[in-house]
């Protein structure tokens, strides 16, 4: 027994073959350095032309080397983890923390109601007990449709919980288990369920596409009478409404067992206050929670990450509550995974290589970043308490908060309410210090990152059952808005008072250091990839040489370095579980967000710290229309509507088009001496050539598709005269 007392909760295992990977690179970097030393040592001399160009490329390869260095530390040490859940229960089944549970949702017109609701059931069902558990729904645009599905949902619930309890169902989302359950031993309480749910479901949808809730319900439900001062989502007063609590005796599902509280929440909102987007919302949760029911846990997830693994939340306790190493670690992060991910993962939505390797990687050097779902956390810390070996003492203190049985239910409703209004962050530390930070298009990252320089860590757990499943972007523009608003994020930390690069110097290891700074820097590598990928094609086009020549000594250092690279990388994808056309249409995606999202990102960061832009929080798309779904499915690339991001990508790719035939064309009909182009510019027909095997969705879509996905009419004119006269322009310089 007394053994069993101090096994540890978690164990801890190491990579293989890392040696391996180590004297790799060092061959790859000596690759690297010979490249600058050849750059530096062939610069041409004045009389000479392309001297500009070289120097350039001898940046843009300078750039590329060093951040190129970034991407080791994720790689030095990769850590595996596996919790004991049997002896937490064994240990603490009794006493296990009460957990709140925050779902946010923003929009009931792209995040549909019936989507929420099911990721609210499903975490409601955890395999926990229902008396610690808290879920609360945030809704940014306070829309009574929202409402009116959880207050189906937790009517709903009284049947579903102990139909999960029973029949041990998981996943706990209805949607989803209803889809992957074929065959059962419970017939018929399945069919009686999924009536039940199918009749809920389309109730919802009745009253999502009339756009109003059904009369008898509005009036007989009083939660409904706080819409009478709505205005609109940008102003309102804060609604909210406990729909289930332990002290109400309705709140018992058919079994008689008490459930979990539920709660919807609409925070105050003003057109004249800035509401600072999910981390907000996230701020007003943490609050009124801390009213309501104080769970010592917070789990976050986003309204369409639904819970895949009902025994995740004891395992993320397992960290927690280790004896020896829990107190340090302030979160534990799983990874995001998507249902609606298609076989070559056409837009790159799985980050398959940041979730298999780089969360691995830098959970060995003080844990992975703070993703913004399916993260738990300690509330204490989350509020910005400082970690100090007070904590253990200071914890009990923290418990009672809580305790608010004495108070009726509409008192402590109201009470709660004043946590929620937008008034009440004015003059506090709220957004700053204390609870998810304000000022960043990357909440979560930037939140993560200040809660490691206090000296705490946190812990990646990757579990074999998918911990949470949600929704990936499913068209390039989608892609395009959400890595923009990504590396922009990034790029604020970079510049931020909590910049890993600097702020963080002495507060967390060198490694993680680096492995911020690589994520943090996306947006600025943008610059060397545009040019790369106009310069060399350019100068194609006019015959001017800017690598060696393929007979030359030279030539092989270049070739060691792109070919040994892009092998790890797609060996990397493999391991990860990726296809080698998913390599390919990841290579794809790398590209056209290196050069589109990225240089918007820059530019947009530069233009907001000037004060030029507002902050905005373009919320992705989780459903589509019946088309665009088919082409998903198919995997074919859907453009949509004209943006500048797509002019500039198709602008880039007909730029490589037009260069590559053109060099052909001059050699041909122009220049003797046959294909004389393959040694003397070998590199730079390589570059153009892949660029445009890797654009031919691209041209399709410019060309030679009819269907709505196509790239617009417009796109196609601008960009083609954009490569044109870029083309054009250049010959002409002397
Ligand atoms: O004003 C807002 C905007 C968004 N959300 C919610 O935030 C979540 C994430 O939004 P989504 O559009 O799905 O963005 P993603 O890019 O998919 O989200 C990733 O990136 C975000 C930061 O950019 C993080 O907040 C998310 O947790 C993370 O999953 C969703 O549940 C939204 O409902 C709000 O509650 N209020
Ligand atoms: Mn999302």
């Given at each position: 027994m007394a053994e069993v007392e101090h096994s540890p909760l978690f164990e801890t295992k190491r990579a293989k073959g890392r040696v391996f990977y180590k004297v790799f690179s060092l061959s790859l970097f000596v690759g690297i350095c010979f490249i600058w030393v050849f750059r530096v040592s062939h610069i041409p001399r004045e009389s000479e032309v392309?001297?500009?160009?070289?120097?350039?490329?001898?940046?843009?390869?300078?750039?590329?080397?060093?951040?190129?260095?970034?991407?080791?530390?994720?790689?030095?040490?990769?850590?595996?983890?596996?919790?004991?859940?049997?002896?937490?229960?064994?240990?603490?089944?009794?006493?296990?923390?009460?957990?709140?549970?925050?779902?946010?949702?923003?929009?009931?017109?792209?995040?549909?109601?019936?989507?929420?609701?099911?990721?609210?059931?499903?975490?409601?069902?955890?395999?926990?007990?229902?008396?610690?558990?808290s879920v609360y729904l945030s809704d940014d645009a306070g829309s009574d449709?929202?409402?009116?599905?959880?207050?189906?949902?937790?009517?709903?619930?009284?049947?579903?919980?102990?139909?999960?309890?029973?029949?041990?169902?998981?996943?706990?989302?209805?949607?989803?288990?209803?889809?992957?359950?074929?065959?059962?031993?419970?017939?018929?309480?399945?069919?009686?369920?999924?009536?039940?749910?199918?009749?809920?479901?389309?109730?919802?949808?009745?009253?999502?596409?009339?756009?109003?809730?059904?009369?008898?319900?509005?009036?007989?439900?009083?939660g409904f009478s706080q819409w009478d001062s709505y205005s609109s989502r940008r102003d309102h007063d804060t609604i909210l409404q406990i729909l289930l609590h332990e002290t109400d005796s309705s709140a018992k599902d058919v079994d008689g067992k008490v459930m979990p509280v539920l709660v919807y929440l609409a925070r105050e909102k003003r057109p004249q206050v800035a509401h600072n987007f999910k981390?907000?919302?996230?701020?007003?949760?943490?609050?009124?929670?801390?009213?309501?029911?104080?769970?010592?846990?917070?789990?976050?997830?986003?309204?369409?990450?639904?819970?895949?693994?009902?025994?995740?939340?004891?395992?993320?306790?397992?960290?927690?509550?280790?004896?020896?190493?829990?107190?340090?670690?302030?979160?534990?992060?799983t990874p995001?995974?998507?249902?609606?991910?298609?076989?070559?993962?056409?837009?790159?939505?799985?980050?398959?290589?940041?979730?298999?390797?780089?969360?691995?990687?830098?959970?060995?050097?003080?844990?992975?970043?703070?993703?913004?779902?399916?993260?738990?956390?300690?509330?204490?810390?989350?509020?910005?308490?400082k970690f100090s070996d007070q904590y253990e003492k200071d914890r009990n203190e923290y418990k009672n908060i809580g305790d608010m049985t004495e108070v009726s239910l509409h008192e402590l409703e109201e009470e709660s309410k004043a946590l929620a209004s937008c008034t009440f962050e004015i003059n506090t530390l709220w957004g700053k210090e204390v609870g998810l930070l304000y000022g960043c298009s990357l909440e979560d990252v930037m939140t993560g990152v200040s809660i490691k320089c206090r000296g705490l860590k946190s812990?990646?757990?990757?579990?074999?059952?998918?911990?949470?499943?949600?929704?990936?972007?499913?068209?390039?523009?989608?892609?395009?808005?959400?890595?923009?608003?990504?590396?922009?994020?990034?790029?604020?930390?970079?510049?931020?008072?909590?910049s890993p690069a600097w702020h963080a110097y002495g507060l967390i290891s060198p490694g993680l250091q680096m492995a911020y700074c690589y994520y943090n820097l996306w947006a600025f590598i943008c610059w060397p990839t545009l040019y790369y990928c106009v310069i060399p094609p350019l100068y194609l086009l006019k015959g001017i040489p800017l690598f060696p020549q393929m007979s030359s000594p030279w030539f092989i250092p270049f070739a060691y370095v792109i070919l040994g690279d892009s092998s790890y990388c797609m060996m990397e994808f493999l391991w990860s579980k990726g296809t080698v056309k998913g390599w390919w249409n990841e290579l794809r995606i790398w590209l056209y967000k290196r050069t589109s999202s990225y240089l918007f990102a820059f530019v947009d960061t530069i233009l907001k710290s000037f004060g030029f832009s507002e902050s905005?929080?373009?919320?992705?798309?989780?459903?589509?229309?019946?088309?665009?779904?088919?082409?998903?499915?198919?995997?074919?690339?859907?453009?949509?509507?004209?943006?500048?991001?797509?002019?500039?990508?198709?602008?880039?790719?007909?730029?490589?088009?037009?260069?590559?035939?053109?060099?052909?064309?001059?050699q041909v009909f122009i220049s003797e001496g046959g294909l004389r182009i393959f040694d003397a510019m070998a590199l730079q027909v390589i570059i153009s050539g892949v660029l445009v095997l890797i654009n031919v969705p691209v041209y399709q879509g410019l060309f030679l598709r009819k269907d709505e996905g196509r790239l617009p009419i417009s796109v196609a004119a601008k960009s083609t005269a954009l490569a044109l006269s870029a083309c054009a322009l250049f010959i002409s310089l002397s």
């Open positions: 392309g001297k500009w160009g070289w120097i350039g490329l001898f940046f843009a390869e300078l750039c590329f080397g060093l951040y190129w260095l970034l991407r080791h530390p994720f790689r030095w040490n990769l850590l595996f983890r596996e919790p004991f859940r049997q002896r937490l229960s064994q240990r603490y089944e009794k006493v296990l923390p009460k957990v709140d549970i925050f779902v946010c949702t923003a929009d009931p017109g792209i995040e549909p109601p019936v989507m929420v609701i099911n990721t609210v059931l499903s975490v409601m069902a955890y395999e926990y007990p229902p008396d610690k558990l449709i929202t409402f009116y599905a959880l207050l189906e949902a937790s009517i709903f619930a009284k049947q579903w919980l102990p139909f999960c309890r029973k029949f041990k169902v998981d996943p706990t989302s209805p949607a989803a288990y209803f889809k992957t359950i074929h065959s059962s031993t419970h017939a018929k309480e399945l069919i009686t369920i999924k009536k039940l749910y199918q009749d809920m479901e389309s109730r919802i949808e009745n009253a999502a596409k009339m756009g109003r809730v059904p009369e008898e319900v509005h009036t007989e439900h009083k981390a907000g919302a996230m701020n007003s949760l943490i609050r009124v929670s801390s009213m309501i029911s104080n769970g010592e846990i917070i789990l976050n997830v986003d309204c369409d990450m639904y819970s895949n693994n009902s025994q995740s939340l004891r395992d993320a306790l397992c960290f927690l509550m280790d004896e020896d190493k829990g107190h340090e670690i302030a979160y534990v992060q995001q995974c998507f249902e609606n991910i298609t076989k070559n993962d056409l837009y790159g939505g799985a980050l398959r290589v940041v979730y298999e390797v780089e969360f691995h990687g830098m959970d060995s050097l003080g844990g992975p970043l703070y993703a913004g779902t399916g993260c738990f956390h300690r509330r204490e810390i989350l509020c910005g308490r812990v990646f757990y990757n579990p074999q059952r998918r911990a949470f499943l949600g929704v990936a972007p499913n068209t390039l523009p989608q892609t395009l808005v959400q890595h923009k608003r990504w590396s922009e994020g990034c790029f604020q930390i970079l510049l931020s008072k909590h905005t929080f373009v919320v992705s798309a989780k459903v589509a229309e019946e088309e665009v779904s088919q082409r998903y499915e198919k995997e074919i690339m859907e453009f949509g509507s004209s943006s500048p991001m797509l002019t500039v990508l198709a602008t880039l790719a007909l730029l490589n088009l037009f260069c590559l035939l053109g060099s052909f064309l001059k």
